[in-house]
C-alpha cells in the first residue's frame, strides 16, 4: 500500500485510505504478505487518520484464498520498523483476512525496532479482522524498546476465530521500556459490537492485555480498561488471560479496569487479573478499584476461576495494596472451582493491605468456592464484604495460611453448602502465620446441609500467635435432615501455639437434626 524508508527529520503519512488490496494464489502452496502501510528509517514519524480497509466490505483486505490456503499467510495493518520517534494515532484498520491454515497471522499494528523516545499508538480502531490460520489473531503488539510507551483510548472489536489453535492476543508489549508502560483507557469490544467470536471449538489462548517486558525501574499503568463480549458458540478449552503482567518493573498500578457482562464457553482457566513478578525492596504495586460490571458466568463444565493471582515473592520493604475491588454476580457451571482472590506474594517484611473489597452474589455448581486468600507479609486485612456465595461444595470466605495480619471489619455472611456428603462453610480460616490478629469481624448466615463437615464462623489449625477477639457471630446453621457427624462451631482451635480468645459474641447456632452429642459449640478446643 504504502512504504516509507526514508532518514529525515520528520515524515508523516495521513489521511489515505487503502482497500482493495488482494494477494491469492490457485496453488495452496503459496503464502502471500499484506502489509497496508510500512515505515522504515531512522526519521520521527506521525502515522495518522489513515483507513485500511473498506467499512462495510468483509475481506476488504486479504491474504490467501479461503478455504483452499494452506501455506502461511499474513496482514500487518500498520508495520512500523523504523528507528527515529513514532506516533500512530486515528487510524482504522477493518474487514483484513488473513487466509491460509498454516500459522497464519493477523496483527493491526506492529511496532519493532526503535530504541529511544516515545511511542505513541492512541486513538486507533481495529474492527471486524479475521485468520484462518494458527499463528494468531493480534491487534497491537510492541517489541520495539523506548523510553516511554502508550497504548491509550484504542478500539478493538469484532474479531472472529476459526481455527481451533488460533490464539487471540488483543493488546500486548513485549519491548524491554525503560520509563514508562501506559495502556489505558482501551475499549476491548464496546456497544457497537463484542471482542470475539470463536466458531469453532477453541485450544488456543485468549489473552487481551499482557505486559511481559519491562525496564527495573520503568513504572506500569494499566487503568481504565474495559473488557467484553468473549464469545464461544462452541464449548471450547481455551484459557483465558485478561490482564497479565510478567515483567519486573518498578511499580505496577493496575486499576479502575472493568470486565463487562462476560458468559464464556469455555472449561479452560480463567484469570482476570495476574500478576506474576517480585517486587524489589522499593517496589509497589496497586490493584485497586477492578470490577465485574454487570455479570460473569462461566459455562463451561469444569476449570478454575481467579479473580486475582499473585504468587510470588516480593522483598522485604516493598509495598502492595489490593483496595477497593467488586468482583460480583458471578456463576459458575460444573466442577469450575472459585479461587478468588489469591495473593501470596511477599516475604515477612513486605507490607500488604487487602481493603474494602467486595466480593457478593457468587453461585458454583459442583466445585468449591474460596473467596480470599491471603498469605505472606504483614499489614491489614479489613473492611472486606463477602455475601451470598453458594455451591453444592466447600465454601470458605477467607483463608490466611501465612505473614502476621490484623484481619477486621470484616462482613461475612450469607456462605451455604447444599452438599449432601462432605462440604463444609468456614467464614474466616487461619492456617499459619507469624502473629494473626482476628478481631471486630462479623460473620452470620453460614449454612450447611452436608452429613459429615462443620459450619464455622472462625477456624483456627495452625499459627504461632492468634488474637481472636470481639467479632461477632450468629446464625450458623446446620440444616441436615439425616444423622451426620459434624455441627455448629463459633470458633475453633485446632492448632496454633499461643492463641488468645476473649471477648466474641455468639449466639443463634442451630443443627435441624441431632447426630452428635455435641453438635453445637459455641468455641471449640
Request: glycine letters at 12%; proline letters at 1%; hydrophobic letters at 35%.
Amino acid at each position: 500500500g504504502i512504504y516509507f524508508n526514508v532518514a529525515t527529520n520528520s515524515i508523516t503519512v495521513s489521511g489515505n485510505t487503502i482497500t482493495a488490496l488482494s494477494a491469492s494464489s490457485s496453488n495452496a502452496n503459496t503464502g502471500f504478505a499484506v502489509y497496508p502501510i510500512v515505515v522504515s528509517g531512522t526519521g520521527v514519524f506521525t502515522v495518522s487518520s489513515n483507513t485500511i480497509g473498506d467499512v462495510s466490505t468483509a475481506n476488504s483486505i486479504s491474504a490467501g484464498t479461503s478455504p483452499t490456503t494452506t501455506a502461511i499467510c499474513s496482514i500487518r495493518g500498520i508495520f512500523a520498523i523504523a528507528t527515529g520517534g513514532m506516533t500512530i494515532t486515528g487510524n482504522t484498520i477493518q474487514n483484513c483476512s488473513a487466509f491460509g491454515t498454516g500459522a497464519s497471522f493477523f496483527i493491526g499494528i506492529n511496532t519493532t525496532t526503535l530504541a529511544s523516545g516515545t511511542l505513541d499508538i492512541n486513538n486507533n480502531n481495529i474492527l471486524n479482522n479475521t485468520t484462518a490460520g494458527t499463528g494468531g489473531l493480534q491487534g497491537i503488539l510492541n517489541t520495539a524498546s523506548v523510553a516511554t510507551l502508550n497504548i491509550t483510548g484504542n478500539v478493538l472489536r469484532n474479531f472472529t476465530l476459526s481455527n481451533t489453535g488460533c490464539l487471540l492476543l488483543v493488546i500486548a508489549n513485549s519491548g524491554v521500556v525503560t520509563t514508562a508502560i501506559n495502556i489505558n483507557s482501551n475499549q476491548l469490544g464496546n456497544t457497537g459490537g463484542g471482542l470475539i467470536t470463536s466458531s469453532v471449538a477453541s485450544t488456543g489462548s485468549i489473552t487481551c492485555i499482557s505486559n511481559s517486558f519491562g525496564g527495573s525501574t520503568a513504572a506500569l499503568s494499566i487503568q481504565f480498561n474495559d473488557i467484553r463480549g468473549i464469545q464461544h458458540t462452541i464449548a471450547a478449552t481455551s484459557p483465558h488471560n485478561y490482564i497479565q503482567n510478567t515483567a519486573t518493573t518498578l511499580s505496577q498500578n493496575i486499576s479502575n479496569n472493568t470486565f463487562t457482562n462476560l458468559n464464556v464457553n469455555t472449561s479452560g482457566d480463567i484469570y482476570f487479573i495476574r500478576n506474576a513478578v517480585s517486587l524489589t525492596a522499593s517496589g509497589t504495586k496497586t490493584i485497586n478499584s477492578n470490577s465485574i460490571s454487570g455479570t460473569f458466568a462461566k459455562t463451561g463444565s469444569s476449570g478454575n476461576v481467579y479473580f486475582y493471582l499473585d504468587n510470588e515473592s516480593s522483598a522485604a520493604g516493598a509495598t502492595i495494596n489490593n483496595n477497593n475491588n467488586n468482583f460480583s454476580n458471578v456463576t459458575l457451571s460444573g466442577s469450575n472451582i472459585l479461587n478468588g482472590w489469591s495473593n501470596s506474594d511477599g516475604a515477612s517484611a513486605t507490607i500488604k493491605n487487602v481493603q474494602n473489597n467486595t466480593f457478593s452474589n457468587i453461585t458454583g455448581s459442583t466445585g468449591g468456592l474460596f473467596i480470599m486468600q491471603i498469605a505472606n507479609g504483614t499489614g491489614s486485612i479489613s473492611g472486606n464484604t463477602i455475601s451470598n456465595c453458594t455451591t453444592q461444595n466447600t465454601v470458605t470466605g477467607l483463608i490466611s495460611s501465612a505473614g502476621s495480619f490484623n484481619i477486621n471489619s470484616n462482613t461475612i455472611t450469607g456462605l451455604s453448602s447444599t452438599s449432601s456428603s462432605s462440604a463444609s462453610v468456614t467464614g474466616i480460616s487461619i492456617t499459619g502465620g507469624t502473629t494473626q490478629s482476628i478481631y471486630q469481624n462479623t460473620i452470620s448466615s453460614l449454612s450447611t446441609t452436608s452429613t459429615s463437615s462443620a459450619v464455622t464462623a472462625i477456624s483456627i489449625s495452625s499459627g504461632t500467635t492468634i488474637n481472636i477477639y470481639k467479632n461477632k457471630i450468629y446464625g450458623l446453621a446446620n440444616n441436615s435432615t439425616s444423622f451426620f457427624s459434624a455441627g455448629v462451631v463459633g470458633i475453633n482451635i485446632g492448632g496454633g501455639t499461643t492463641n488468645t480468645v476473649y471477648n466474641n459474641y455468639i449466639g443463634d447456632l442451630t443443627v435441624s437434626t441431632v447426630g452428635i452429642s455435641d453438635a453445637i459449640r459455641g468455641i471449640g478446643v
